[in-house]
């Protein structure tokens, strides 16, 4: 029967990589709500734009202006923290993926040194059962001889 020396490492090496996969997974959602909510910001500049557009062809007041100038100003400011917290998270996302990656390695690494294991474990079965089966043989042989 097969027993690999080193599963309990090969589980680790697997619960680490889940928990890589986890943090990447994260790491992921946050990144597209980061880009969603500046999407969302942009499209409320579209709007405030053309809703200036509209206030050009009739006639306001210098403060519908103003107070729409002013939130255009800020509409601006949150544009620019959410790309900074875009460009933070996409930072965070690509750290993860790597991590996720080497733990892969590593686990595939794992699995492939007990392929090997399993495989040497076979060809030695294989020649213990051809060794035992020659000995039979010469046995046989040795009694049919007068």
Same mark, same amino acid.
């Given at each position: 029967?097969?027993?690999?020396? +080193?599963?309990?490492?090969?589980?680790?090496? /697997?619960?680490?990589?889940?928990?890589? %996969?986890? *943090?990447?997974?994260?790491? =992921?959602?946050?990144?597209?709500?980061?880009?969603? +909510?500046?999407?969302?910001?942009?499209?409320? /500049?579209?709007?405030?734009?053309?809703? %200036?557009? *509209?206030?050009?062809?009739? =006639?306001?007041?210098?403060?519908d202006i103003a107070l729409t100038l002013k939130y255009s100003e800020e509409l601006q400011k949150q544009e620019n923290r959410q790309i900074e917290t875009v460009r933070k998270a996409t930072g965070v996302f690509e750290e993860?993926?790597?991590?996720?990656?080497?733990?892969?390695?590593?686990?595939?690494?794992?699995?492939?040194?007990?392929?090997?294991?399993?495989?040497?474990?076979?060809?030695?079965?294989?020649?213990?059962?051809?060794?035992?089966?020659?000995?039979?043989?010469?046995?046989?042989?040795?009694?049919?001889?007068?």
């Amino acid at each position: 029967m097969f027993t690999y020396n +080193l599963q309990s490492v090969l589980e680790y090496r /697997q619960s680490i990589e889940e928990q890589k %996969l986890t *943090a990447f997974s994260d790491a =992921e959602r946050n990144l597209q709500r980061e880009k969603h +909510l500046l999407q969302e910001i942009r499209e409320q /500049q579209r709007g405030l734009v053309d809703e %200036l557009k *509209a206030l050009k062809n009739r =006639e306001c007041d210098s403060r519908d202006i103003a107070l729409t100038l002013k939130y255009s100003e800020e509409l601006q400011k949150q544009e620019n923290r959410q790309i900074e917290t875009v460009r933070k998270a996409t930072g965070v996302f690509e750290e993860k993926r790597k991590e996720l990656l080497e733990a892969v390695k590593k686990r595939k690494m794992m699995e492939t040194h007990k392929e090997h294991q399993l495989q040497e474990y076979k060809t030695d079965l294989i020649a213990a059962e051809r060794r035992e089966t020659d000995d039979m043989s010469i046995q046989r042989f040795s009694r049919r001889e007068p």
